[in-house]
């Protein structure tokens, strides 16, 4: 017989909540309807506290803490948009926004307007880095700004095959796909975070291209990269082309044709066209997570080979 959890009580703007032990305070935020926003944490993935956009305050402590991660206590008493808070979200967004590339985060954009970010007042962007440039950056080494731009991450696309293509000049650098492709769903660890402070980086084992690294191609990084970097190569030809149309586009729920396992598929298509494959967070089954052949193999749908 499991034994049931106490119950801790605490105060969120003012308003009084009860959660079970083991809650996290952005869980208790839940309950409430409060809306904390998030870039690392999701429903499917460990919490990592890498992007610091969740946090609150908490009274009688001396720095902000993650709710996503930050356990409930009894009697906390805590804010969600104090001042304080509103200024450390809208210095967050701004290095972020004047960091990467985040035309393709629609979250990120809200929260910029929301919180007045600015980021363009850090100056102009310094130019895209050369192919291989971020990727020979010595571990640890500084390398002195100009002064006059934004220090930022742009480079060239990685397209190194013809499922998936890696866009690192939009990569805020949430571990999400780190934890996909680790312990929370896929196990395969072809991914990880490599380099120190702004040269840190996702990389696959001695930069390989991704056919030539420990890659199965499930495409569960694709599933949960919230700016776009990681994205499904056909999405990508048909935005590279300037005919991505969210007007011509429909979104529908089906069951992978493969096997028994019965994963759910949201197909996102335009023109005939399957675009994107993604599954549901919350799905019983998938956890929003599938194999290779859910996330890719659709092509004899559109008479192409597999
Ligand atoms: S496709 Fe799967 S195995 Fe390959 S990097 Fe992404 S999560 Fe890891
Ligand atoms: S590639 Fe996407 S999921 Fe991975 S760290 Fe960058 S933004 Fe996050
Ligand atoms: S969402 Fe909490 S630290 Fe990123």
Redesign the pocket.
């Known amino acids: 017989m499991s034994e049931s959890k106490r119950t801790i009580e605490l105060t969120i703007d003012g308003r009084k909540t009860s959660v079970p032990e083991g809650s996290t305070l952005l869980q208790a935020c839940q309950g409430l309807a409060i809306d904390v926003p ?4 999701a429903e499917n993935l460990t ?1 990592v ?6 946090v609150v305050e908490l009274e009688g402590a001396r720095t902000l803490v ?4 930050r356990k409930a206590e009894a009697g906390m008493v805590v804010q969600t948009e104090s001042e304080r808070v509103k200024l450390s979200r809208k210095l967050v967004l701004e290095l972020l926004g004047s960091s990467v590339d985040m035309s393709l985060a629609s979250e990120f954009q809200a929260l910029a307007t929301k919180y007045d970010a600015h980021p363009e007042r850090f100056g102009p962007r310094a130019p895209r880095a050369a192919p291989g440039e971020r990727e020979a950056a010595r571990a640890g080494h500084h390398y002195a700004e100009d002064g006059e731009h934004a220090a930022n991450v742009a480079q060239p696309k990685k397209v190194d095959n013809e499922l998936f293509v890696r866009d690192y000049a939009k990569c805020m650098l949430c571990y999400k796909c780190v934890e996909a492709c680790g312990t929370d769903a896929q196990n395969t660890f072809a991914i990880a975070v490599a380099g120190r402070g702004f040269d840190a980086r996702i990389a696959t084992e001695l930069e390989a291209p991704l056919p030539d690294s420990a890659c199965v191609f499930c495409g569960n990084c694709v599933g949960v990269c919230p700016t776009g970097a990681l994205m499904f190569k056909a999405e990508s030809d048909v935005r590279e082309k300037g005919e991505w149309d969210e007007s011509r586009q429909t979104v529908t729920d089906t069951i992978c044709p493969y096997c028994g396992v019965g994963c759910q598929l949201t197909l996102r298509v335009q023109a005939n066209q399957i675009l994107r494959v993604t599954s549901p967070a919350d799905h019983s089954v998938t956890s929003g997570h599938l194999c290779i052949k859910g996330r890719f193999g659709w092509g004899f749908v559109q008479g192409k080979k597999p």
């Not at 998030?38 to 944490?41: A, G, P, V």
């Not at 506290?49 to 969740?54: D, K, L, W």
């Open positions: 998030t870039f690392c944490w919490p506290n890498v992007c610091r956009i969740c993650p709710a996503c991660s």
